[in-house]
């Protein structure tokens, strides 16, 4: 089986309320999240999942705040010795707008993207404005989506799991490495989703929720089972990802 090195490019950023990531914990308090682009580096195709922001703000306030350099598209892929152009595979864990800016300058690419998420983005519930179907439109005229609708293997050693915790079309990406099993989540969560402090633990919650879900409780199990079967966690906006190591 093909394993594979992680590179986490930081795309973008985000600064808002914590609580936007941990539900019903920590809300008032400042944070700031790095959106990723992830290289998967091994096979014999140039495989990426998520595309990030097209215009970044990039500062060095935000770049302290989560310990690592901002890029835009074009630079971050440039890191690895890759172009846009030659992008084989986007794998998307989902739709809003923060994970599918760059899309349309992946014109080589097919992209995997599951049902309940690109019927969602054409038609969002009025409370979630974060799917903007103007980022895909070129993508799905050109007819480079690839729809998925159960779980299912992308590519020797990749397979996507459908994990509607965030969204109701999230995947979460599951790659094989030298160290094991590795999820990038297909919901927007950090490391302290998955490992609460033990005030959060003597209450007698394993994980916490995503800050923004489709359903809290479901929410809370699917964590729970993606924790599970892992051996290495990569929580979709974890800060300590973001000085760019590969992984593992």
């Given at each position: 089986m093909t394993r594979y090195r992680i590179h986490p490019i930081v795309m973008g950023t985000k600064q808002f309320d914590k609580g936007m990531m941990t539900y019903q914990h920590d809300y008032g308090k400042p944070y700031t999240i790095?959106?990723?682009?992830?290289?998967?580096?091994?096979?014999?195709?140039?495989?990426?999942?998520?595309?990030?922001?097209?215009?970044?703000?990039?500062?060095?306030?935000?770049?302290?705040?989560?310990?690592?350099?901002?890029?835009?598209?074009?630079?971050?892929?440039?890191r690895h010795g890759l172009t846009p152009e030659g992008i084989d595979l986007v794998i998307h864990t989902h739709l809003h707008n923060d994970h599918c800016e760059n899309d349309y300058k992946c014109t080589n690419a097919e992209f995997i993207v599951h049902a309940k998420e690109l019927a969602r983005i054409h038609d969002p519930h009025?409370?979630?404005?974060?799917?903007?179907?103007?980022?895909?439109?070129?993508?799905?005229?050109?007819?480079?989506?690839?729809?998925?609708?159960?779980?299912?293997?992308?590519?020797?050693?990749?397979?996507?799991?459908h994990t509607p915790a965030h969204t109701e079309g999230g995947l979460t990406v599951?790659?094989?490495?030298?160290?094991?099993?590795?999820?990038?989540?297909?919901?927007?969560?950090?490391?302290?989703?998955?490992?609460?402090?033990k005030s959060i633990l003597a209450m007698e919650m394993d994980v916490i929720p995503p800050g923004t879900h489709v359903n809290a409780y479901a929410a809370y199990d699917i964590m729970i089972k993606v924790k599970q079967m892992a051996d290495i966690l990569l929580p979709l906006h974890e800060p300590a990802f973001a000085d760019g190591k590969p992984i593992p």
């Amino acid at each position: 089986m093909t394993r594979y090195r992680i590179h986490p490019i930081v795309m973008g950023t985000k600064q808002f309320d914590k609580g936007m990531m941990t539900y019903q914990h920590d809300y008032g308090k400042p944070y700031t999240i790095p959106i990723y682009c992830w290289y998967l580096e091994g096979g014999d195709r140039t495989i990426i999942v998520d595309t990030g922001e097209m215009h970044p703000v990039r500062s060095e306030d935000r770049e302290q705040a989560i310990g690592g350099r901002i890029y835009t598209f074009e630079e971050g892929l440039d890191r690895h010795g890759l172009t846009p152009e030659g992008i084989d595979l986007v794998i998307h864990t989902h739709l809003h707008n923060d994970h599918c800016e760059n899309d349309y300058k992946c014109t080589n690419a097919e992209f995997i993207v599951h049902a309940k998420e690109l019927a969602r983005i054409h038609d969002p519930h009025p409370l979630d404005f974060r799917y903007v179907e103007d980022y895909i439109e070129d993508v799905e005229e050109n007819g480079q989506l690839r729809i998925v609708e159960q779980d299912t293997t992308i590519a020797d050693g990749i397979r996507v799991m459908h994990t509607p915790a965030h969204t109701e079309g999230g995947l979460t990406v599951l790659v094989e490495t030298d160290g094991g099993t590795a999820a990038i989540t297909g919901f927007c969560v950090i490391n302290e989703n998955f490992f609460p402090p033990k005030s959060i633990l003597a209450m007698e919650m394993d994980v916490i929720p995503p800050g923004t879900h489709v359903n809290a409780y479901a929410a809370y199990d699917i964590m729970i089972k993606v924790k599970q079967m892992a051996d290495i966690l990569l929580p979709l906006h974890e800060p300590a990802f973001a000085d760019g190591k590969p992984i593992p």
